[in-house]
């Protein structure tokens, strides 16, 4: 029991500190919201004089107003965050930022969170049985398999996207479903369904090629260190079937630390895959967060990074629990 | 408003992804899956440079966030100016207008029987209503009355040639019965857009927004009866589209359009029109720092660079010749006073930019770079990263500046990091791009860039105008007010020769190139593009009002 309410007590400080940073970061970055926004107003606007009365207002909209003193900022900041306002876009103006994490949540979480957990499956599996037949031919897979990791993202994606849907045209080349079917955007149907798949395909698999490796790797040799054990060679000796050995007791094992890692690859699920975003055209965070921070609109950035953060530690916090759950030692030196 | 179905949807999406993921079949390829179930070849796919998430937004008032079908296709200005051309402005909803001498009243008259998309009659008080609506006002502005149903007067308290195409071609009229009741403006959406224009709103989505033709439009509908606008997030995306067929018409920057254009059924035009330059913080009274403040170090630096390889390296060629007197030719011609002035000095000259510096008091020091009272000329030029043209054009600008003796080092920024200093100007050098005069007159140019009363001290940013460079030269500032106090051309002409004769000396903009404009277009599709013998708007899908016309022009292959 000590051990749990410890753990509560330690994250809800993480937490605490985790938002604050989250509103001092954004203050800390060079250049002026407003006078992006006013330059931008300007070019746009083809040399129409802007009234004194419009760049008031723009900088009373993006809050770098320099006579609020930070304390009061820090305080607005929380009162709002907890009644759940997360503030007004100014890229997007004036759509609210949580409209916009709304929208892009689902698919970020669907399309990058299948292929984790594809690729972590694969991983594991995989490795295992190679981690098993150590020593044969298998083993060049953990070479092959790193060196598609080490292929930049952004290259391995467009060589992909010009073969398969440029060339081939077997795939499309953007979008979460067929805008030119679809043109009111998404609906229910079996139809709309069957273009989401169909156009999360591509995007899912340049993911999954390129994180597979180090799950492989890492679950490969994990086996190989479990099945030099003392139980290993004593399930042996009991005379138990190969498989019962390699399943029950060597890959079971051995998987453990990879869990660890996937906690946290779950939990970064939500930021996105934003060079993934940017190939494909697809909706996401990812692609909210680098949108927020070439405009700097505070208050987007804020959002996101709000999310990723409750989401990691979230994550994180589970795992903790789940391996005190799992593993005794945890608990009583935690 | 979409949360619910898209998560839901999704969530379906991604469990029988899971479940499926190995075995999924694709159903066919997606030109054919698309091809098949909307074959009318009307409607016209349009990448205009959105990216996604598409917000809606119709508000005509926010130029800087409103989707682009709302200038032209949805509201309409008064009359068309046709930036490729001195041709004078074609009638949209006015017909006729008049100037009075002493350019202080403008008469306009409009055509008759004009009717908004709901119906509603299109009269002079809706333009009365919207000269004098939320940032249209004008303090210069001192009465508009409709003096009849089709006519309306406007009284300004100073001449207003030179606001002509601002007035006429890019104010959107906006209905009265609608707008009266909108609240606070900036706030506005506008998702439902009452316009005069020849289409309306379809249906619109986080993807792609869907304009579909007036079936009241004052000139029956248009023949394309649809045109859907995409998000797309890269330029390589974009062409990977166009050149699969799915979009038909986007503007944007190709490095080699043969491969875009090579099967015959996409044709391309490149209209260049805006100088790219390197905008210099000029003026040392106005608090700039650094060796460029002297004109004999942004002279040099303009003999030294080498147009012609910028143009082949960093932008494949694809740009046009830049002039100093910051007119565009051949449209501009007549207002060219000195044919010595175009275009910018097209090869490398490292021993003019000596001597210029030498004449001027610099010497070499020991490193090979000129100095003058024992502090070496040391220049920070900077782009936004990943801009790459500039970062590539700054690199070289570096090199070439360094051949003749003057030290500049190129440096990428944020995109954060650049708007700021530029607006403020706490720089030296930047790669910056000037945008031309929408009509066949320099004059918005030399105000907007040059004029005194368009820049401000370093650390604040100009109130009107953006002359960044903080340039302050008495003899153009008369100038810049003259011309803009006559309607006579020869007068005009004089006063523009005297700025032409400074700026040219001065340099505090760099001309380098003038940018590429490429757009692309389905000619295989569809009919009646411009062509350059036929130049009746710029095919830019990007641009206000122009795509308008150019929807308007464009037919099916049927």
Known sequence: MVFYLRRIAFYLVTLWAAISLNFLLPRMMPGDPAAIMIGKLRRASGGRELSEETVKAIYALLGADKSVPAWDQYLAYWGRLLSGDLGVSSTRYPYPVATLIGNALPWTLLMVGAATVISFVLGIVIGAWVGWKRGTWLDHLVPATSLLQSIPYFWLALVLVAAFSVQLRWLPIVGAYDVFAFPSGPEWSWDFMVSALYHAFLPALTIVISSVGGWLLGMRNMMVSTMSEDYVLTAEAKGLRPSRIRDRYAARNAAIPSLAGFSIALGFVVAGSIVTEQVFSYPGIGKLMIQSVQGLDYALMQGVFLVITLTVLAANFLMDLFYGLIDPRVRSHG | ?558
């Not at chain 2, 350019?103 to 409009?110: A, D, E, P, S």
């Not at chain 2, 500049?408 to 930047?430: C, H, I, K, M």
């Open chain 2, 1 to 558: 408003m979409k949360t619910i179905p898209v998560g839901v949807a999704a969530a379906a999406v991604a469990i029988s992804l899971v479940l499926t993921a190995c075995t999924a079949t694709p159903p066919a390829p997606t030109a054919s899956s698309s091809g098949t179930t909307a074959p009318k070849a009307s409607v016209l796919r349009v990448w205009a440079g959105s990216s996604t998430p598409i917000t809606v937004d119709f508000n005509p008032f926010h130029v800087d966030t409103a989707l682009f079908g709302t200038y032209g296709p949805i509201y309409e200005p008064l009359f068309f100016y046709n930036q490729l051309s001195a041709d004078p402005p074609t009638p949209m909803l006015g017909e006729t207008f008049a100037y009075s001498a002493d350019g202080r009243t403008v008469t306009i008259k409009l055509k008759p029987n004009l009717k908004w998309s709901d119906g509603e009659p299109l009269t002079a008080d809706d333009v009365v209503f919207t000269l004098g609506y939320g940032p249209n006002k004008s303090d210069k502005l001192t009465s508009v009355t409709a003096t009849d149903a089709t006519t309306v007067g406007a009284k300004y308290s100073t001449p207003q040639f030179t606001n002509e195409s601002q007035l006429l071609g890019a104010t959107m009229i906006v209905p009265k019965h609608v707008w009266s009741k909108v609240a606070n403006y900036m706030k506005e959406t506008n998702p439902k857009p009452v316009g005069s224009g020849a289409y309306v709103v379809k249906t619109t989505s986080d993807a792609s927004y869907t304009l579909t033709a007036n079936a009241d439009y004052r000139d029956g509908p248009p023949p394309i009866s649809d045109v859907q606008y995409l998000g797309l997030d890269s330029n390589q995306s974009g062409q990977d589209m166009l050149t699969t067929g799915q979009i038909d018409w986007t503007g944007m920057f190709v490095a080699n359009p043969d491969t875009v254009t090579g099967d015959g059924a996409i044709a391309t035009m490149n209209a260049q029109q805006d100088p790219t330059v390197i905008v210099t913080c000029s003026d040392a009274a106005k608090g700039c720092k650094g060796a460029q403040t002297d004109p004999a170090v942004r002279q040099a630096l303009n003999a030294a660079i080498d147009r012609p390889a910028l143009a082949e390296k960093a932008w494949a060629g694809l740009v046009g010749e830049a002039n100093p007197a910051f007119v565009l030719l051949p449209r501009d011609q007549q207002w060219l006073s000195d044919p010595a002035l175009a275009p910018s000095p097209q090869s490398p000259n490292a021993a003019q930019a000596q001597q210029i510096l030498e004449a001027a008091g610099y010497a070499k020091d020991a490193k090979g770079f000129y100095a003058k009272d024992g502090k070496e000329v040391d220049l920070d030029l900077f782009s936004p990263d990943g801009w790459t043209d500039y970062n590539d054009a700054a690199k070289l600008i570096a090199e070439e500046a360094g051949k003749a003796g003057v030290k500049v080092t190129a440096r990428t920024v944020s995109e954060a990091e650049y708007w700021t200093p530029v607006t403020n100007g706490d720089f030296q050098l930047a790669m910056y791009g000037l945008t031309q005069s929408l009509v066949a007159d320099p004059f918005s140019n030399y105000d907007q860039y040059f004029y005194g009363k368009s820049t401000a001290k370093v650390g604040d940013a100009p109130t009107r105008g953006q002359n960044y460079a903080r340039y302050a030269n008495g003899v153009v500032d008369a100038a810049v007010e003259a011309a803009g106090a006559t309607n006579d051309p020869a007068a005009k002409k004089a006063e523009y020769a005297k700025i032409q004769a400074q700026i040219a000396k001065d340099l505090p903009y760099i001309p380098v190139v003038l940018n590429a404009s490429q757009a692309f277009f389905n000619t295989k599709g569809f009919t009646g593009w411009p062509t350059n013998d036929n130049l009746y708007a710029d095919p830019l899908p990007y641009l206000s009002v122009a795509p308008a016309i150019v929807l308007l022009h464009l037919k099916p292959v049927s």
